[in-house]
């Protein structure tokens, strides 16, 4: 199958976005489909053989503030000529409500069209008032692919029907194999927290009010605290008892992140709300490393309410240090969850995510129409043809 | 001589951007009227696979004699009357509740799919019924979206839809058997 993907957001910029967009095409490369990414980009950078220039974003004012996107008639005549050259069977767009490539996409394009929302957002007011062009772009989308539940939520409110929930993909080979950070596993438990440092509702509170009870028990114990934010306030402000237990690490690389997993006997997710779904769980499940997790609606999903990790109560220390020291005393638990949590992780690996959007695009493509590049009946359309060097 | 060109030029304006208007919106009908029936198009040939896909696995032998025989007897159905919407619907929706009873049970979808035979069978099955269910719900996208814009009192004034007929919605249980959801 031929595919064209549109990132809406700079190619060299670091984003949620690009990420997935990067990871959905190596998939699909890997499954043997031909893919071609539409992304704005310098023109200096050096791209992947399978990405196409749109050209430098111009930084512009929306929406409260500034927005680097590619608008205006030269980058609507680059992305039709990108669809007109590519003869892609689906175009799949993302971020189709942010004014970008992807809207000019919608608009350009007729046949099978696919398109993924990654983020909720409020809807604007320049939104409802140009309710009636966005339409224009947005209704000729044949298939919506929501990441999360707050996404889909999004896509029934702005542009009314209903979206595919299809969540973000781990890459487990990237956490399978990887070896323990210099002098661990050690004795005694180890704990594992990831996370903002500073920021409430990751529950780093939670986890550290739970301390004095579990080291109570377990003097020799020790809690792995790693994520950007303030390491010195956190240092400084650890009550006495407990401050031999805890080793505050700070913001660690991706490659220290799986050797973390693998140096330690758990992994805590005390976050209190506001999580959409829980990669880092996933991450942590991949890499054979046991979870416990808030009981909150996301996690509890993630791990089928308690088989794949152990569950305690949202908010409560006390609970939190029962559930710890229960999973540390009990090895052959721990191995269990370890199993239990590869083999989920492995239901939301890249190659999984990549099969269900490939469904998706057979599904709207079944007639056999290719996309084309199409501006009849759109005035604006034609101003923009007569603004191009054809 | 003034006295009459205002109005007359106001009136001109005023007709102009309502006749662009008109023609715009009918561009717009015309593009969801198009979604609507390549979207049809998608899921009458998804719904002809996921059956083809029953029969095969009837066929195959790698189900006991009596699912077999239930299956192929519902799978035929759901191809015999494709020029009938409503009778179509119902032997869908019979095929599915025998889908859903032939591999109901992860257990026995996964001891299929490891044997020789399995593994291609189960694997085109799945992919058709999860197919099949999408590109009904994308159809049934494009249809509430094509009814919105010609319920809107112009188009039905001004006959914007032409003779393009109502779009109708398709109504049918098409869930994906609790043994093939995560397949």
Redesign the interface.
């Known amino acids: 199958m031929r595919v064209g993907i549109v990132c809406p957001y700079d190619w060299t910029a670091p984003g949620g976005v690009q990420v997935h967009v990067r990871d959905l095409a190596q998939a699909l490369l890997e499954m043997g489909h031909e893919v071609s990414v539409l992304a704005p980009s310098d023109e200096e950078t050096e791209l992947e053989p399978y990405v196409v220039s749109a050209g430098r974003p111009v930084p512009v004012p929306y929406n409260g503030s500034v927005a680097r996107v590619n608008i205006g008639p030269v980058s609507a005549t680059r992305v039709r000529r990108w669809i007109r050259d590519g003869d892609f069977d689906v175009v799949h767009v993302h971020e189709p409500t942010s004014p970008s490539l992807s809207m000019l996409a919608c608009w350009v394009a007729r046949g099978p069209l696919v398109a993924t929302c990654h983020s909720s957002v409020a809807k604007s007011r320049a939104m409802s008032a140009a309710y009636f062009i966005l339409q224009t772009a947005v209704e000729k989308i044949d298939a919506r692919i929501a990441v999360s539940e707050k996404a889909r939520q999004t896509v029934v409110e702005h542009l009314g029907g209903d979206a595919v929930l299809i969540p973000n993909g781990v890459t487990c080979k990237h956490f399978a194999s990887g070896s323990p950070l210099p002098g661990y596993p050690r004795e005694g438990g180890t704990m594992l927290f990831l996370g903002r440092i500073d920021e409430d509702r990751k529950g780093l509170d939670v986890l550290l009010g739970a301390m004095p009870e579990i080291v109570a028990q377990r003097p020799d114990v020790q809690l792995l605290v790693a994520g950007p934010g303030d390491v010195e306030y956190v240092r400084r402000h650890l009550a006495p008892t407990i401050r031999d237990n805890v080793v505050v690490l700070g913001l660690i690389s991706d490659a220290d992140k799986v050797s973390a997993f693998k140096s330690v006997d758990m992994y805590v997710a005390p976050n209190t709300g506001g999580e959409s779904f829980g990669i880092v769980l996933l991450e942590s499940m991949a890499a054979g490393c046991p979870v416990l997790a808030s009981d909150i609606d996301a996690f509890a999903r993630v791990l089928e309410d308690g088989t794949c990790g152990a569950l305690f109560r949202n908010g409560d220390s006390s609970d939190l240090a029962r559930q710890a020291l229960s999973l540390l005393a009990d090895k052959p638990r721990r191995e269990l969850l370890s199993d239990e949590g590869a083999r989920r992780a492995e239901m939301f690996d890249w190659s999984t995510v990549a099969r269900d959007v490939v469904r998706v695009y057979e599904s709207v493509t079944a007639g056999g129409e290719k996309v084309q590049a199409d501006l009849s009946g759109q005035t604006l359309g034609r101003l923009s043809r007569m603004g191009s060097d054809e | 001589m003034s006295g009459w060109l205002v109005p007359a030029v106001v009136i001109a304006v005023i007709v102009i951007v309502f006749v662009?208007y008109l023609?715009?919106t009918a561009?717009?009908l015309?593009?969801?009227h198009?979604?609507v029936e390549?979207?049809f198009?998608?899921m009458d040939?998804?719904f002809l696979r996921r059956s083809g896909c029953a029969l095969e696995a009837a066929e195959s032998g790698v189900l006991d004699p009596a699912t077999s025989l239930v299956l192929m007897e519902a799978a035929h159905n759901a191809r015999a009357v494709p020029g009938d919407p409503i009778e179509r619907a119902q032997m869908e929706s019979d095929l599915t509740r025998v889908l859903a009873a032939a591999f109901g049970s992860t257990e026995d979808v996964n001891e299929i799919a490891e044997s020789d035979d399995g593994s291609a069978l189960i694997g085109d099955l799945s992919?058709s019924v999860?197919?099949?269910a999408?590109?009904r719900?994308?159809y049934n996208?494009?249809v509430?979206?094509c009814r919105?814009v010609r319920r809107q009192r112009l188009v039905r004034w001004f006959r914007l839809a032409g003779s393009a007929p109502y779009p109708q919605s398709a109504e049918l249980d098409d869930s994906v058997p609790a043994g093939l959801v995560?397949r």
């Open positions: 662009i023609s715009m561009g717009r015309d593009r969801l198009h979604r390549a979207g198009s998608s040939i998804q992919g999860h197919r099949a999408m590109s719900r994308f996208d494009a509430r979206a919105a995560d």
